[in-house]
């Protein structure tokens, strides 16, 4: 596709949009009502808005290579196609609306003219006679002779534009505003109706993106966009501030309020200039958004945003080597034609700004995001400032609100709706995410930094379980993946790793590759909130050396490691007592997981079994049953307590256990707790595998001392039992 168009065309494009039917007809208004100085304010608030935008603009596309489609070809690049999309289909109705904007505005320069038939023939014609007409040249024009013709006639247009300003400027009236009405001390008035003058005069400052459109069309995008955004900005924002000073100087307020023609009185030969000047700001308005939005269109016709695959390839087809989007031109001018037909788009208008609003919020804030994301890959040729890409997007947001509440929820409900639209059609599309993956990172690098810094934080932090475990028998049983899981539900942090037994390697690296797929998948069907990872490693000891020095993922340091075995194949229990000292010396909390092929009931609930010979793991058995009780999965289960003591201490030590209960506000019931007498090993496993058969889990606390002397037997003999999880805390945990 040849690209045959510079900066000028950007320029030109953006600046006739940015003077147009505004400018001419609501400037004086604005005016007349608010005071030069609330002008100036107006105005200002305006280009918080515009100005970050153009800048953010900039930055964008010199970043990347610019194609067509503009601002929906970065703003989809950016944030997923699927939020692009929604955004795109927005842009381009407010685009082709535009143009009907317009031309119904362009009618407004043969007001003398309606004028003349009123007063001297009694005849009132409708606005349609000039507006229909001129919107099916326009159309047949842009369509047959495409951009080239639309770029050279906006020439024209534009020198015929700057030629009515320069003739307004050069005009003199005898009136000389009063002493107290200067340049720098004039008037605020009528502020309680700012946002509503906001309101009207906004479109104005929607031509700032206008060239972007043509960005399929530049031989150079990342020099032409920049150059031609910016320099239309500051231009525009200078005969702004020009036009309202000379309005001030020449006119009463009366007549500003009065007359919508008003600049007719001031310049040189007004009566004819005005007219000629507000024709051609008009017209050079609608070709800048006519040759815009059949672009924008063709774009979101190339991606396939729309759900039929024969209107995306009707919308993305061009005609000759240059591509030219005859078929989204037409859609165009139907869109235009109707609204012209209609007469008004005022309502609509209002929806227009909103939409535009969106636009130039999404741009600040993917600049704003990708300076916080920090990504080396970020390396525009024109940078803005962080702090102006937030302001931007901050001001549009709250403007949208201010300008209109009824219409921002109005477009935002629009916005939701194509969205849903488009994601179920195209869910295997790259949605928001993708931008908000460098400031996830930035965000959760400084919360560790600064969580390792704060000592006294870590001092003073309640205890929480950051677990890691480490398994290689992920997919022959997952109950070690899914405890974790419950764990990390919604107080706790979990962190499953995977072993690959292996030396590192091309090969295991591609491996571990493709495991690390598997468990994300897993993770997906199962909503987990676990930290995934698969490691290399040619033993279980190296593996847990290693696992036990990582860097917790949630800012605090990891406290627990599960270790899982098969109670019907134990074949590495000898490896988990092994470790165990290794884990304990990193002071850690131990808990080992024996895995039941018994289907879990959690409305049987979490059995608690607590010996006086291990009262140090209480505390911590009882929190682990209550955070994992919390996951929905849990959420008809009970926790139960069963208490073991010497014979004759029996009520002591329940009441102990209701003291805590009571005093820790834990939703365990006083039936809930039951007491034996056992002196023998022997009768506390025959305890629980009677009582404890069915339970969805079992929890069991052990000494670092049993597990010396008893070995693999400490964790057999609980055959009755579903999975079990036994429980050695490094310290004593409170319960407050």
């Known amino acids: 596709m040849e690209k045959r168009f510079g900066t000028a065309p950007v320029f030109f494009t953006a600046i006739s949009t940015i003077l147009g039917a505004i400018l001419f007809l609501r400037f004086g208004y604005a005016t007349g009502t608010l005071g030069i100085a609330g002008v100036i304010l107006l105005i200002m608030v305006g280009h918080m808005v515009t100005l970050p935008t153009a800048l953010a603009l900039s930055e964008i596309a010199t970043n990347e290579k610019v194609q067509g489609g503009g601002e929906y070809f970065i703003i989809s690049r950016s944030f997923g196609l699927n939020i692009g999309a929604t955004i795109g289909i927005t842009l381009f109705l407010s685009q082709a609306i535009s143009v009907a904007f317009y031309i119904i505005a362009f009618t407004e320069s043969f007001s003398p003219l309606f004028d003349f038939f009123r007063d001297k023939l009694s005849v009132t014609l409708p606005r349609q006679v000039i507006s229909l007409p001129a919107m099916t040249i326009l159309g047949i024009l842009i369509l047959r002779r495409g951009a080239n013709m639309g770029i050279k006639f906006l020439y024209i247009i534009n020198a015929i534009l700057f030629f009515s300003l320069i003739m307004f400027f050069l005009g003199k009236t005898d009136y000389s505003p009063p002493p107290s009405e200067g340049f720098l001390n004039g008037s605020i008035r009528g502020m309680d109706q700012f946002f509503i003058v906001f309101a009207i005069v906004f479109p104005a400052f929607t031509g700032i993106t206008a060239g972007v459109g043509l960005s399929g069309d530049l031989r150079n995008p990342k020099r032409s966009i920049p150059f031609g955004t910016v320099s239309a900005t500051m231009l525009g924002l200078v005969i702004y501030m020009l036009v309202v000073w000379k309005l001030h100087v020449s006119a009463s307020p009366e007549d500003l309020l009065s007359d919508q023609l008003v600049m007719s009185r001031i310049a040189v030969l007004g009566s004819i200039v005005v007219p000629i000047g507000l024709a051609a700001s008009t017209l050079s308005s609608a070709i800048g958004s006519y040759l815009v939005a059949p672009r924008t269109l063709q774009a979101l016709g190339s991606d396939g945003s729309f759900p039929m695959k024969l209107l995306n390839r009707f919308l993305a087809r061009g005609q000759g080597e240059t591509q030219e989007p005859y078929n989204a031109g037409l859609v165009v001018f139907v869109i235009a034609f109707v609204f012209v037909a209609m007469g008004t788009v005022n309502a609509v208008a209002k929806i227009i700004s909103m939409f535009f609003m969106v636009t130039y919020g999404s741009l600040c804030l993917i600049s704003f995001l990708h300076h916080f994301g920090a990504d080396p890959s970020y390396r525009p040729s024109f940078r803005s400032r962080w702090y102006l890409s937030l302001l931007g997007f901050l001001m549009c947001m709250y403007l949208m609100f201010k300008i209109s509440t009824g219409y921002s929820l109005i477009a935002i409900a629009v916005m939701i709706l194509i969205y849903m639209w488009i994601h179920f059609t195209h869910k295997d599309r790259q949605g928001i995410e993708a931008i908000f993956q460098g400031a996830i990172f930035q965000l959760s690098r400084n919360l560790q930094v600064y969580l390792q810094k704060s000592k006294k934080m870590a001092r003073t932090q309640k205890w929480r379980p950051a677990v890691v475990c480490v398994s290689a028998d992920t997919f022959e049983r997952d109950d070690a993946f899914r405890l ?253």
């Open 484 to 736: 974790v899981n419950w764990l990390s539900y919604k107080f706790g942090f979990g962190t499953y790793i995977h072993l690959i037994k292996n030396y590192f390697s091309a090969m295991s690296c591609q491996d571990s590759r493709q495991i690390m797929d598997r468990l994300v998948e897993k993770a997906g069907t199962e909503k987990c909130n676990v930290y995934l990872d698969t490691l290399i490693s040619p033993s279980y000891t190296s593996a847990i050396a290693q696992v036990i020095q990582l860097p917790g993922m949630s800012g605090m340091e990891n406290n627990m490691v599960l270790f899982e075995f098969d109670k019907d194949n134990p074949v590495n229990l000898r490896q988990i007592i092994d470790n165990h000292a290794l884990v304990r010396a990193a002071r850690f909390d131990v808990c080992v997981l024996g895995s039941s092929r018994k289907k879990i009931n959690p409305r049987n609930g979490i059995h608690v079994w607590i010996r006086h010979t291990d009262m140090e793991n209480t505390n911590l058995m009882i929190l682990l049953s209550y955070i994992i009780l919390l996951h929905p999965y849990w959420k008809k289960g009970q926790i139960k307590i069963f208490l073991v003591s010497r014979t004759g201490n029996a009520d002591e030590t329940k009441n102990a256990i209701l003291t805590l209960v009571k005093t820790g506000r834990l939703p365990i019931s006083a039936k809930n707790i039951e007491c034996f007498s056992s002196d023998e090993n022997h009768g506390f496993r025959d305890l629980i595998n009677t009582h404890s058969a069915g339970a969805g889990l079992t929890v069991v606390g052990f000494r670092t001392e049993q597990l010396k002397h008893d070995r693999e037997a400490l964790f057999m003999g609980y055959d009755q039992t579903g999975n079990i999880l036994f429980v050695n805390a490094y310290d004593p945990k409170e319960i407050t």
